[in-house]
């Protein structure tokens, strides 16, 4: 029997659906990835093991039927297993990633097509005020409006030390998760009409700060405060404004300096469920506060961490 703490198959292989009753402690093994290290912002297709989003078993059942979404960071990970989710669900869908991340953004595009939704893939830099806004313009002029937005695109690289922490790295880690989320929901909300919704990507660390990410943590911290305040100011609106905060979850952002590569072999086997998450299991809430089913949810945060103990 193949021992479940040194399982380093690929996981995207799986087929069950998100709806068929399962063991949550083992839907996915406890993966002990090697130690590995890619530049950021990191590839999918090189992470290993591969990580499962969702693309041979999310099962739609027409929740987003109609709806056109933009998901920034749509290439890999959380995102991506959040344009697949959608595009199941029967929304068209948008994603933004970085130009070196091309390769990933075209395997998304093409599983979205395969669904029969439209998929477009629009490349740039988030920290780039321009691109930001153009983005939220861009995806309703192509889409032929815009109903959801998902800010999901991050940062994260840890500093032993605050000494260690550049001013530079500081800056970035802050403009790309809070600076360019205001500025492209800012331009998103001249889109955005009655029923629709934003949901933002917080995490474990806006609670539970880990001492290696400080700046990250923080920034994780203020998607929160952003997501309470701006729900509020805009629900007269009939848009809503919600959350999902994420626990260890397997993507390409841990072996780009997001985690000590010492720690990867062990990542994730610090939670109840004794094992990192798998993109895909990110995507039921990101549906949920994303359609209509969620009418009186807003200001809110969902978390999907696996068990670790949250507010
Ligand atoms: P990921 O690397 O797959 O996705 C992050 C994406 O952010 C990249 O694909 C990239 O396209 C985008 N990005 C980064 N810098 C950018 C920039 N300057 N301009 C444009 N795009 C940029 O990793 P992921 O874990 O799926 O991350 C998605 C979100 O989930 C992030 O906000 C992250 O903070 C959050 N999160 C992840 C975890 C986890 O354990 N993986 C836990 C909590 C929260
Ligand atoms: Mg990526």
Known sequence: MTDPHSDTRDLDGTDTDQLTLQNPV?????ISPPEQHQDEPGLESRTIPRPDIGQHSYRGTGRLAGRRALVTGGDSGIGAAVAIAFAREGADVAITHLPAEDPDAREI???ITET???AIALAGDLTDPQFCA????????????LDIVVNNAGKQVVADSLDALTDEQIEQTFQTNIVAMFRLTRAALTELGPGATIVNTTSIEAYMPSPVLLDYAS???AINNFTKGLAQQIAADGIRVNA??????????QPTDGQPKEKLPHFGHNTALGRAG???????AYVFLASAESS????????????????
Request: proline share 14%.
């Open 296 to 311: 009186y949810v807003t200001g809110a945060t969902i978390h999907v961490n696996g068990g670790m103990p949250s507010p």
């Open 278 to 284: 798998q993109p895909t299991e990110l995507a039921p």
């Open 134 to 145: 153009g983005a939220a313009h861009e995806a309703a002029q192509l889409l032929g409006g």
């Open 219 to 221: 920034t994780k911290s």
């Open 26 to 30: 083992t839907r996915y093994p406890a």
């Open 244 to 253: 999902v905060a994420p626990g260890p979850i397997w993507t390409p952002i």
């Open 109 to 111: 595009v093409r599983i």
């Open 116 to 118: 029969g939704r439209t």
